[in-house]
T-cell receptor
């Protein structure tokens, strides 16, 4: 079984709809991240969380919100989806402690906003 | 200037060739460096960390040049399966958040 899972894997929605992307991990890591990837733009950090009570904005948090329901779960919400939020979304985890180590990514959620 | 810059490529090489990519970073306080590999429509996966003294893992060699602020990845004896995008990742001192480059595309052809 995969260590980091994301649901759904693909989603088509309409402008203005609220949607939630979910991420679960079995690695026991404290740190979790949400990224989006657009062609030619690389990975952009949306939000990150270093433990259950910690939520931090990344470089492109506008239009998104997150919830860290448990150590193993980190959800990303688009309150009112817009077409330029069409992208590939990745959840990632890493161990806690000092310097960041390896990040482990989920398989991604492909989102299309019409 | 972007924090982490990579030539997007694509680098188009024949099987068996040696190919090298560079990645430059702007923050001289950067402390940790990594290369990730991303196959088309898949998640990034760690290829190797980059150590100050340089390190090798089979056909892959990573090096760090702090004076010129770049890291490199050398792939020897390229295989068709090496075709992917290679992402440079840098973590600066004082930050727990890594910065990803946009990636370099490698295409290995028969």
């Amino acid at each position: 079984d995969a260590d980091v899972t994301q649901t759904p894997r693909n989603r088509i929605t309409k402008t203005g709809k609220r949607i939630m992307l979910e991420c679960s991990q079995t690695k026991g890591h404290d740190r979790m991240y949400w990224y989006r990837q657009d062609p030619g733009l690389g990975l952009q950090l949306i939000y990150y969380s270093f433990d259950v009570k910690d939520i931090n904005k990344g470089e492109i948090s506008d239009g998104y919100s997150v919830s860290r329901q448990a150590q193993a779960k980190f959800s990303l919400s688009l309150e009112s989806a817009i077409p330029n939020q069409t992208a590939l979304y990745f959840c990632a985890t890493s161990e806690g402690g000092g310097a960041i180590g390896t990040q482990y990514f989920g398989p991604g959620t492909r989102l299309l906003v019409l | 200037r972007k924090e982490v810059e990579q030539d997007p490529g694509p680098f188009n090489v024949p099987e068996g060739a040696t190919v090298a990519f560079n990645c430059t970073y702007s923050n001289s306080a950067s402390q940790s460096f990594f290369w990730y590999r991303q196959d088309c429509r898949k998640e990034p996966k760690l290829l190797m960390s980059v150590y100050s003294s340089g390190n090798e893992d089979g056909r892959f060699t990573a090096q760090l040049n702090r004076a010129s602020q770049y890291i490199s990845l050398l792939i020897r004896d390229s295989k068709l399966s090496d075709s992917a995008t290679y992402l440079c990742v840098v973590k600066s001192g004082g930050s727990y958040i890594p910065t990803f480059g946009r990636g370099t595309s490698l295409i290995v052809h028969p």
